[in-house]
């Protein structure tokens, strides 16, 4: 975990310590985020998938408040002090405008880099429909929704069949 959020925190160069390898070695399709930090710029977010041109990323299709605290009631026993420092961080959120994903998409569509398209509530989903209605995406969309963090749609049956049925 440590090693990861250095890499997600550094940027590209790190990447290079383990992507040519992963890419020689293997068919897998490596999956790089546009996420990464709040505090990050738009264009620093990018840096990975500008770098590297992966046929697929991640892309969060809206702003959601993150709230990872309530695992500290849950857990006790930590390793590291950034996983405390994290959790307990209640102003933590994904910040991802309309003009942001935008950016992000007509960037992809010039690299052909696809998108995992994380919808972590139903207005994500609309989200999504208004950039394909724009063009700026096509089908077929791979669509993963996350439920249950606090801020976005609770994990039951029927949230499940609601955001699939929206989906559709």
Request: proline content about 7%; glycine content about 6%.
């Amino acid at each position: 975990p440590a090693i990861l959020k250095q890499v997600a925190l550094t940027g590209p160069k790190h990447l290079l310590e383990f992507l040519p390898q992963i890419k020689e070695a293997t068919n897998a399709v490596v999956n790089i985020t546009t996420g990464r930090s709040p505090h990050m710029t738009v264009e620093e977010r990018m840096r990975p998938v500008t770098t590297f041109k992966p046929e697929l990323a991640s892309l969060d299709m809206g702003s959601l408040n993150f709230g990872l605290y309530p695992m500290l009631n849950r857990f006790q026993d930590f390793k590291h002090e950034w996983e405390v420092k994290h959790p307990e961080n209640k102003g933590f959120g994904i910040q991802k405008y309309p003009q942001d994903i935008e950016k992000i998409l007509r960037f992809s569509n010039s690299n052909s880099t696809r998108f995992e398209f994380e919808c972590y509530d139903i207005s994500h989903l609309y989200n999504l429909a208004h950039f394909v209605n724009q063009g700026l995406t096509r089908p077929p969309l791979f669509i993963q929704f996350v439920f249950g963090l606090l801020g976005g749609i609770v994990a039951h049956t029927k949230d499940l069949a609601y955001m699939k049925r929206t989906a559709d």
